[in-house]
């Protein structure tokens, strides 16, 4: 009988996991020539901020700006650290991804979570997500069902950066000049960061009514700003 | 050595429930809320903060009448709860005029409160109560016209100017509006719904513990409470 061995949620996992995705975004550029904002969101988010632990019994969810982001590049570095794209859904008009599913590849120890990218697109003060709602199964769908945020919850404003870095945060080195929270998860000033966006409880809040004590969570998030349409140029 | 240790946080849990039970009987539980340090501790560690050295209960007085308000203070009177410390602050009294929180206002009917303090005895944690009161999109607390000073509130930044009757605190009305019932060491409370959004506006970053007060974002100057046509809101 075929031994299987799984990865077990322990801090040593976490720490090799926190380190592949932080190694494998750390060299990442923005447009602006500077180190690329990401950050944790949804499922994974909630569990660091409710729980104070970074589970790996569910895929992780991470989020980069669609504007921001050289997706091809991310994609090529992703895969060349042991994962290897599963499913994606694209931008119909431009071709880019919104949003990768990336499984680890077969030499991988079982149970490594497989890692969910993505690519938030803005349209006006708000900010889209979208992926296979409908399990069309397919990169370019036939209907695109976007959730949003305001922009400012996920991206503040650089007066807001600036009053934020010369605070202590800023001094701590908790919050970055991109605009995202990095907590010292293990509290061991070992370097493993958990990269928070800006209004976390906020998000929360949106997301998952109820996450303090997971009343209403359902699993996949909510949104009051829903908007279904053929093409993504209708956003 | 934290405020809140094992000892503190049995006389506040005393003391808090015994508040509560005030609020039931002056019929405002509805309107009662817990806010600031506490919250964020019922939501980071789901305890008192160790570093904290008070409680704070937020009561959204539109949802409550004048005379309800006075019940409650003196439900909270009758029960012992004033005996180490009674300080208030109203949210009708004109600078340079003191009021006792029994005499009716110049309408005969009760004053409205922004503020009181309360201790039950000596050793006992600090309990500020808020009144909230909703204008122009926003909930605002306040300390009435013991706020307008320097050490509190710098006059270059905020602009306040002496004589203005209260520096009040606000917030973005819909994330204190609604609220839901949790148990904290067994007794009943009300906390906002959108208890994330309030962290994110008090205290910026808070998943990870600092000291300090709840942030002053917003900020209304009330140059009288006879009228609120020249309040001066500023957003920083």
Redesign the interface.
């Known amino acids: 009988m075929k031994q299987v061995t799984y990865a077990p949620n322990t801090e040593a996992v976490q720490k090799s996991v926190l380190t592949s995705i932080g190694n494998m975004m750390m060299f990442q550029e923005g447009n602006n020539g500077r180190p690329l904002p990401w950050f944790f969101c949804f499922g994974t988010l909630l569990e660091f901020?409710a729980d104070r632990t970074f589970g790996l019994n569910y895929d992780i969810d991470v989020g980069v700006m669609y504007d921001d982001c050289d997706s091809r590049r991310l994609m090529k570095s992703v895969e060349g650290f042991g994962y290897q794209l599963d499913s994606y859904v694209l931008h119909d008009v431009d071709r880019r991804p919104l949003n990768v599913h990336f499984k680890p590849v077969a030499e991988a120890i079982k149970g490594t979570p497989e890692l969910d990218v993505y690519f938030w697109i803005r349209s006006g003060k708000m900010l889209y997500h979208t992926y296979d709602v409908n399990r069309e199964k397919s990169s370019i769908l036939s209907k695109y069902v976007f959730k949003g945020v305001k922009a400012e919850w996920l991206q503040p404003g650089p007066d807001t950066i600036k009053s934020?870095m010369a605070s202590?945060?800023g001094r701590e080195r908790?919050?970055t000049n991109q605009g995202v929270?990095q907590?010292?998860i293990f509290g061991d000033h070992s370097g493993y960061k958990f990269p928070?966006p800006w209004?976390?409880?906020?998000?929360?809040?949106e997301w998952y009514?109820?996450?303090?004590?997971r009343k209403y969570y359902k699993g996949q998030s909510m949104s009051r700003w829903v908007k279904t349409v053929k093409s993504c140029k209708d956003l | 050595m934290p405020f809140f240790d094992k000892e503190k946080k049995t006389k506040a849990v005393e003391e808090l429930a015994k508040i509560m039970a005030c609020a039931e009987r002056a019929g405002i539980s509805h309107a009662v809320f817990i806010g600031f340090g506490v919250l964020l501790g019922?939501?980071r560690e789901k305890d008192f903060i160790g570093n904290d050295s008070d409680m704070d209960i937020c009561i959204n007085a539109d949802k409550i009448t004048p005379e309800q308000e006075l019940a409650y203070y003196k439900e909270l009177k009758a029960a012992g709860l004033f005996l180490a410390r009674r300080k208030h602050a109203f949210r009708d009294v004109e600078p340079g005029f003191r009021r006792s929180a029994v005499i009716p206002g110049a309408d005969n009917r009760p004053t409205r409160f922004s503020w009181f303090s309360l201790r039950m005895r000596a050793g006992y944690p600090k309990c500020c109560n808020w009144f909230w009161f909703k204008w122009n999109g926003y909930y605002w607390h306040s300390k009435g016209h013991k706020w307008v000073t320097q050490r509190k509130f710098d006059k270059e930044r905020y602009g306040w100017r002496p004589g203005d009757a209260a520096i009040l605190k606000g917030i973005p009305a819909d994330f204190i509006e609604s609220l839901?019932t949790?148990r904290f060491y067994g007794i009943k409370v009300n906390i906002p719904?959108?208890?994330?959004?309030?962290?994110?506006f008090w205290y910026?970053?808070?998943?990870?513990p600092?000291g300090g007060s709840s942030s002053k974002k917003i900020i209304a100057i009330v140059d009288t409470w006879k009228t609120s046509k020249k309040w001066r809101i500023t957003v920083i």
Do not use: A, N
């Open positions: 901020i934020v202590v945060w908790v919050f929270w907590y010292d928070c209004k976390y409880g906020t998000l929360l809040d009514q109820g996450w303090r004590d | 019922i939501i839901e949790i719904t959108k208890y994330g959004s309030c962290l994110d910026p970053g808070w998943w990870m600092k």
